[in-house]
């Protein structure tokens, strides 16, 4: 049984991590234009002054990012 898809409905950012649509043209968190299709894992940071996922990912941005990008 697979349960992974190749068609994942939204892209990483490259240079945030922030998840967008997939029909994005531009990243609305760092109005980066590289995206990745191959990531995985996704973390949602709703308070990234005290959370320590955010700190060691370097993120200070709320929303939600992935955990690794190809
Ligand atoms: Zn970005």
Known sequence: ?????KSKPFKACRSCKSLVDKD???CP?????EFSDEWDGVIIILNPDSSEIAK?????NR????????
């Open 1 to 5: 049984m697979s349960a992974k898809s």
């Open 24 to 26: 994005a043209q531009v």
């Open 29 to 33: 968190v760092c109005g980066s234009k």
């Open 56 to 60: 060691a990912m370097d993120i200070k």
């Open 63 to 70: 929303g939600r990012f992935v955990v690794k990008i190809e």
